[in-house]
């Protein structure tokens, strides 16, 4: 005998469904909803919704198969071809000149308490040295993602520099194990700092390692997915396209002095017995016996290839390139249920990289830990008894926040440290 619902419990239920189905719509007649191809720009379907109608710096009203409008968001750039520089003022103001590339570039920040900075331009770039003896001081810090203010804290905190931007770390080493693109709004400012500060260490006996992680890699072979709308703005100003991809894979060219600048890095340095990379190595790296000068050619020459379908070939190039395995991608040493799942849900079966395995790729590399980032972590930590440390965190957007980290490594320390000057012992 089948027991029928009550009639109570059906009005329930309806009335639920009815809820739920009005405050959705109410929801997305009010604040709008939209789905754009982060790569080519063009929006399916867009509804500004009523909160964001008659918006001159966001797009207002419905788009169907039409290219998404971005706007210019204050201070930016400069970006600098040849000899010409483009760049946004506070108000939004396009600017353009001919620059004289001998002088020094002024670049604005935005910050307050750090407003400008300048620099000189370097006649080349030759590619980088992937192994370095330890120096007696080093600070490592990743995935800063676009925000200066965090990374300028961090270093002043840190002592690398003065509260004017200055390198006084004498003959340290300042490493930033990649992703210092996207997602923020200080992108250009922030690339540009690193730019200055590599010049000032050079000259006082310090070192800047930038390594490329794989949102270096993403907008230097035209992937346009996680940039911020004004940067996508400025890319179509300069490249004339309108594909957001082909914009932003111009802006980082080789005619671009940053882009140049960005294809002397290195995925993988060596820096006494650390092993410095973004994502990770693992035992496919291993068995195929890379040396870490092959991992880096591989990767500059993808790069050199600027790709835009992201389509290799060549089992040891797709071993380096591939969004799995390459050293800017992989996840095997801070897998945890999360990106497992995740990796499941796309039909990829990846397991955390074994103890073993990496006692063997550690001897392989000649080193005695690895550093990563790429995976966040709630704190600045440790895995595998200390051969692996963990830096990517989630970095305070303010100054003096105390969310921004990194690893301090001297006299055989590894401390974690932030801005706000603290440092506590990982292990010696």
Excluded: C
Excluded at 170 to 182: I, P, S, T
Excluded at 259 to 264: H, P, T, V
Excluded at 271 to 284: C, P, S, T, W
């Amino acid at each position: 005998m089948k027991i029928k619902p009550s009639k109570k419990k059906k009005n329930i239920v309806k009335w639920a469904l009815i809820v739920i189905a009005s405050y959705y719509v109410i929801t997305i007649l009010y604040f709008g909803h939209g789905d754009i191809d982060s790569k080519t720009g063009i929006s399916t379907f867009y509804w500004s919704g009523l909160d964001d109608l008659g918006r001159k710096d966001k797009a207002s009203g419905f788009l169907v198969n039409e290219y998404y409008p971005t706007f210019l968001n204050g201070v930016d750039g400069p970006y600098i071809f040849q000899n010409r520089s483009y760049s946004v003022s506070a108000d939004n103001k396009w600017l353009e000149k001919k620059v004289d590339t001998t002088d020094f570039i002024v670049v604005e920040t935005g910050i307050r308490e750090f407003p400008r900075f300048s620099l000189q331009l370097r006649r080349n770039y030759p590619v980088e040295e992937f192994d370095y003896k330890m120096p007696e001081k080093l600070l490592a810090i990743s995935d800063i993602e676009g925000n200066l203010t965090g990374f300028y804290s961090l270093l002043v905190a840190s002592k690398v520099i003065d509260p004017r931007g200055n390198w006084i770390f004498e003959k340290g080493a300042l490493v930033l194990n990649g992703d210092f693109f996207d997602r923020g709004n200080q992108v250009t400012q922030l690339l540009w700092f690193i730019y200055h500060l590599e010049n000032q260490a050079a000259q006082k006996g310090g070192k800047v390692h930038f390594i490329l992680g794989n949102h270096e890699i993403m907008n230097l072979t035209g992937n346009a997915s996680y940039n911020d709308f004004k940067y996508i703005e400025a890319a179509k100003r300069i490249s004339s396209q309108s594909d957001w991809n082909k914009a932003i894979l111009y802006m980082y060219s080789e005619t671009s002095e940053l882009g140049k600048w960005l294809r002397s890095k290195n995925i993988v340095e060596r820096i006494g017995r650390n092993l410095f990379v973004h994502g990770g190595l693992n035992k496919f790296h291993l068995q195929e016996k890379f040396s870490i000068e092959e991992m880096n050619t591989i990767a500059r020459n993808h790069v050199a290839k600027e790709l835009l379908s992201g389509t290799v070939t060549d089992k040891r190039e797709e071993l380096i390139t591939s969004s799995i395995n390459s050293p800017y991608w992989d996840r095997r040493l801070n897998l945890d249920w999360k990106i497992r799942w995740i990796y499941r849900l796309k039909g990829i079966d990846a397991n955390k990289t074994s103890a073993k395995d990496l006692n063997q790729i550690l001897k392989f590399y000649g080193a005695e830990r690895i550093i990563i980032g790429h995976s966040v972590v709630n704190d600045i930590s440790t895995g595998y008894n200390n051969q692996v440390v963990k830096i990517d965190v989630k970095h305070g957007e303010e100054l003096n926040s105390g969310s921004t980290k990194g690893l301090l490594i001297q006299n055989g320390g590894y401390y974690r440290i932030d801005d706000m000057g603290d440092r506590k012992l990982l292990f010696n």
